[in-house]
């Protein structure tokens, strides 16, 4: 399959642990993105990867989220000390520059 | 700032056409998406225009307007399976990074 991947699908955790969820996007695509949706809206932008670069961070992204790309392929997003608030679908997408962004199957976080 | 303005929800019938309407406020344009979401997928991409005009694609048509700020999306011979959220997202080019500003998405529900 040459989609999108993320894992976990699902994560369950007790609010002040901590998380990290995986995104495996389509092997030739060099742009990265992690959104964060709830329901009724759209998808909230937070963070995005040129190659292995993270060019640029939602400004309403607190300290407690992190993301890597270290060799420019796989990303993780790593949520600490998680809070209720944190609970929603987050959601991993890739691109090649300039053209349409592919997502995956998402990663529905609840957080006790 | 940025706005992307869609309806919340909108009713049709199975074998009808609906219009699901966009309206954008960006500080900067570089292409206009149009997204399908069904209930705890990912979204999909479903059309793309950056010229003024109609893109027509099977079933499925978006038309824009740049500088009235506006897009729309046509589905024709409705099915049961278009029932779905649609999500209007508008590239902005600002700081270089061409990132995708998106709307809350339209809930369209289709009736037999």
């Known amino acids: 399959d040459t989609g999108v991947s993320q894992n976990p699908r699902h994560k369950i955790t007790k609010r002040g642990q901590n998380v990290t969820f995986r995104c495996d996007p389509i092997?030739?695509?060099?742009?990265l993105y992690w959104y964060r949706q709830t329901l009724g809206q759209g998808p909230e932008f937070l963070t995005y990867?040129?190659?292995?670069?993270?060019?640029?961070k939602s400004r309403l992204l607190s300290d407690r989220f992190s993301a890597e790309r270290p060799k420019g392929s796989f990303s993780t997003l790593e949520i600490q000390r998680t809070e209720q608030g944190d609970s929603a679908m987050y959601l991993c997408?890739?691109?090649?520059?300039?053209?349409?962004?592919?997502f995956g199957p998402g990663t529905r976080l609840t957080v006790l | 700032g940025q706005n992307i303005d869609q309806p919340t929800e909108m009713t049709a019938t199975e074998g009808a056409i609906v219009q699901i309407n966009c309206t954008y406020q960006?500080?900067?344009?570089?292409?206009l998406f149009w997204y399908q979401q069904h209930a705890g997928e990912a979204p999909t991409f479903l059309s793309y225009?950056?010229l003024d005009g109609l893109e027509e694609k099977g079933r499925f048509s978006s038309f824009l307007s740049r500088s009235k700020g506006y897009s729309y999306l046509l589905l024709k011979e409705l099915q049961m399976k278009d029932s779905a959220s649609y999500l209007c997202?508008?590239?902005?080019?600002?700081?270089?990074?061409?990132?995708?500003?998106w709307g809350a998405g339209t809930k369209l529900i289709i009736k037999p």
């Open positions: 997408a890739s691109s090649s520059p300039m053209n349409e962004q592919f």
């Open positions: 092997s030739e695509h060099n742009r």
């Open positions: 990867f040129q190659n292995e670069a993270q060019l640029e």
């Open positions: 960006t500080s900067g344009f570089n292409g």
């Open positions: 225009n950056v």
């Open positions: 997202a508008v590239r902005d080019p600002g700081g270089g990074n061409y990132q995708l500003i």
